[in-house]
């Protein structure tokens, strides 16, 4: 068993990123993601890599686009004001068919906001916060560990499907410190890609676009891509459980707020409440099934998050019609403790018994 080394989130990241192939960087400072380039500005020219300090957050993306093309394993992060700022890129790098890992350590918004922890920035993740008909595949890790393994799953699946990966995670998992295992848990292996723009001699020219005029192929590339999205939501679904066989309440929580849910749900049991937890770890693929066949069975789900209610939304869609989904959620900064999740839960009980 390789050897932990306590380790802060954003630099299991940042190492995860240079297992998994990355050799190329740009990006532009914001807290509280900072740690991220500096540690990447120090490693990645010792690996032979490219570490750019790009003059703004549009640049950093553009510059990814033009890397990835070339069929180099390519990364960026930034917060939530600079991740709006690439979505016109990211946009077409998915109509473009163009893989990258992008990650946001999210803090407070809207606006500038502040460094605080949030869950602000899901729908801007999930439902594409750029132009078009497109999806990013969003990774949520809720530990250091998965900091790390995460970062190397999003590049094997932006790979995998030619398509932009997101890692999300609140201010929260990428400042904390935890025992963390740097290798990873299987040989990385980037595969061959005969579509990159290296070049044409010897071979016939390519071209990777995102620009369709020609009558009825805009509709054909559309379908063309949502049928991918249905593979990798067929596919690729990740989510871990605890404590749902015979609960009588299922909270869904991710990120931070998942981590404070099982402390709730250890402090509920002594108290005679059977709760249990569903914890998405893909937010796109969501586990739109395992939620439905929970709540066909647990008909009360407490949804916990650092916003006013976004994965809210997608649970909503998720649960069984038979279900009551209630919600609690702290924004601006605001953290659940386990005892507001406790109270919430009798609250929730309560009033499916008075029903």
Request: aromatic share 8%.
């Amino acid at each position: 068993m390789s050897t932990r080394v306590l380790t802060k989130g954003n630099i299991a990241l940042a190492e995860g990123a240079l297992q998994a192939g990355c050799r190329y960087y740009f990006g532009y400072p914001i807290t509280p993601q900072n740690d991220i380039p500096e540690y990447l500005a120090r490693e990645l020219p010792k690996r032979e890599g490219v570490f750019i300090p790009a003059e703004s957050e549009i640049a950093s993306i553009n510059m990814v686009m033009g890397a990835a093309a070339s069929g180099k394993r390519a990364m960026t992060s930034s917060s939530g004001p600079g991740i709006s700022l690439m979505q016109e890129a990211l946009s077409y790098m998915a109509g473009s068919d163009i893989p990258c890992v992008v990650v946001n350590i999210m803090r407070v918004g809207p606006g500038l906001g502040g460094i605080a922890p949030s869950q602000g920035d899901y729908m801007q993740a999930v439902h594409g916060g750029g132009h078009g008909d497109y999806r990013n595949i969003v990774l949520a890790p809720a530990s250091v560990q998965e900091m790390f393994d995460l970062t190397i799953k999003a590049f094997e699946l932006a790979d995998r499907y030619r398509n932009p990966a997101m890692i999300i995670a609140d201010a929260m998992i990428g400042q904390i410190q935890e025992p963390c295992r740097l290798v990873p848990k299987e040989p990385v292996i980037i595969p061959e890609k005969p579509w990159a723009l290296t070049g044409r001699r010897g071979r016939k020219p390519q071209l990777l676009k995102s620009l369709y005029l020609g009558p009825g192929e805009q509709e054909e590339h559309n379908l063309y891509m949502k049928k991918k999205y249905d593979t990798i939501q067929r596919n690729e679904v990740m989510y871990e459980t605890r404590s749902l066989d015979d609960a009588d309440i299922m909270i869904v929580a991710f990120g931070t707020p998942s981590r404070i849910a099982k402390t709730a749900i250890r402090e509920a049991r002594k108290e005679g409440i059977k709760a249990g937890l569903l914890r998405p770890i893909t937010l796109f693929p969501f586990p739109y099934d395992a939620i439905a066949r929970y709540s066909e069975k647990i008909k009360n789900v407490l949804v916990v998050e650092m916003n006013t209610g976004q994965m809210l939304f997608d649970v909503k869609i998720s649960a069984h019609p038979g279900a009551r989904v209630s919600f609690h959620g702290r924004p601006g900064g605001g953290i659940p403790y386990a005892d507001e999740i406790v109270r919430e839960m009798k609250k929730a009980l309560k009033e499916e018994s008075a029903a």
